[in-house]
């Protein structure tokens, strides 16, 4: 079982994160993702039983993230 834990910075990012929630939340393909938190920092934690599945999960899941972001900075709501 292959593992990779994303941190980020909790008042960074919470907003993003909470627009993302379902979509992260869900399984990717054979991979699994939990969502932890503390008062600074917000955790990804993916697990995948081989590298290429946990490479297309990590990949997924800082796309979704990095266009919510961009989308997010518009701030065209």
Do not use: H, Q
Request: glycine share 2%; no cysteine; charged share 25%.
């Amino acid at each position: 079982m292959f593992r990779v834990k994303l941190t980020l910075n909790r008042a960074e990012y919470l907003k993003y994160l909470e627009a993302i929630k379902p979509e992260v939340t869900e399984t990717f393909g054979r991979s699994s993702v939990v969502l932890e938190e503390d008062a600074l920092n917000i955790y990804i934690i993916i697990e995948a039983p081989d590298a290429s599945s946990l490479r297309a999960s990590v990949s997924s899941i800082t796309r979704v993230l990095n266009v919510t972001k961009k989308i997010m900075e518009v701030n065209v709501w």
